[in-house]
């Protein structure tokens, strides 16, 4: 899998950047990534994602689990959460917004 996480300014400006490849169950790993960016006191827009090596764009119950961890770190930080994109072949779904 690959785990992506940006960072915006208000003025949709990308301000912070992180990435990392990781096994099928690394999707946790979002949550350091975002941790990461949140780091960067620029970032009032959160946007996160990664692919479904498997071909299949349905959220799972661990993405799931982890875009509810990863929105709770946004309101704690006064952050807005975008959403969450996955990547499936050539389908992409947009979940998890805040």
């Not at 208000?10 to 975002?34: K, M």
């Not at 309101?75 to 805040?98: E, K, N, P, Y």
């Amino acid at each position: 899998e690959r785990l992506v996480v940006a960072g915006f300014d208000t003025r949709s400006r990308l301000r912070a950047f992180a990435e990392a490849t990781g096994g099928p169950t690394s999707v946790g790993g979002l949550l350091r990534l975002a941790r990461h960016t949140l780091a960067d006191g620029d970032v009032s827009i959160l946007v996160v994602g990664h692919n479904h090596p498997s071909g299949i764009a349905v959220p799972s119950i661990a993405d799931r689990d982890a875009t509810r961890r990863i929105a709770a770190l946004c309101r704690l930080a006064g952050v807005r959460m975008a959403g969450h994109l996955l990547f499936a072949d050539t389908q992409c779904v947009l979940f998890g917004r805040s």
